[in-house]
Structures are given as C-alpha cells and as structure tokens.
C-alpha cells in the first residue's frame, strides 16, 4: 500500500489549501483516513481522521477550519485548509489505518501506513 500526499506550499496567513491523499495498492474504501503534521522542532500531532463510515474527529486547533473528507470511487482522501495561520505551518502527513477502521483513531500508532509528507508554510 502506497500513500502519495500532495498539496502543500508557501501561502499568507487568512489563505486556503486543499491537501491530496492518493493511496494505491489496497482497497481504500476499508481504511481509516487521517491526516497528522510535523512543526519544526516539535512532535506529530493529530489533525484530523475520518472512518471507513464517513464519520470525522478533528483536533480542537483546527476544528471549525479545517475539513477532511474522503472519496472511495478516487481512492483519495483530502483536507480542505482554510483561515490558515502561521501556526499551521508544518510537514503534513496522510496515514491509512486498517486494524481501527471502525473506530475513530487519532493515535499514530494505530495507523498501518504512511505518506511521505507535503509541506505547508504559512507566513503572517
């Protein structure tokens, strides 16, 4: 199972991004969707999941901001980013989660697979 994420990029504070989550190799309408993110110097932290069943948990710092969402028929799950802040600026990460894709997973270590990470920069 491969994961391509794509999507990120230099933008200002108050400007929108949508991140793509393209994965291969599996059967993708099984799998728990989430996407993670890396700051400089600091440790991954969830941002936002959504089940096999279309249900969605997002971390309170994005909540109301971000959206994520799946399309099983692309095999590609998206977060739409929007009122962006400089805080937002990190490495993000898409993960597939086959062993929780019932639940709603937001611990890295529940995920099976990983994408390679796209970064996103947000100047003020």
């Known amino acids: 199972v491969q994961l391509q994420a794509s999507g990120g990029g230099l933008v200002a504070a108050g400007d929108s991004l949508r991140l793509s989550c393209a994965v291969s190799g599996g059967e993708f309408r099984s799998y728990a969707m989430a996407w993670f993110r890396q700051a400089p110097g600091k440790e991954r932290e969830f941002v936002a999941v959504?089940?096999?069943?279309?249900?969605?948990d997002y971390a309170v710092s994005v909540k109301g901001r971000f959206t994520i969402s799946r399309e099983n028929r692309e095999s590609t799950a998206y977060l739409q980013m929007n009122s962006l802040e400089p805080e937002d600026t990190a490495v993000y990460y898409c993960a597939a989660s086959y062993r929780a894709r019932n639940s709603m997973p937001t611990n890295g270590r529940d995920f099976d697979y990983w994408g390679q990470g796209t970064l996103v920069t947000v100047s003020s």
């Open positions: 959504v089940n096999r069943y279309d249900v969605k």
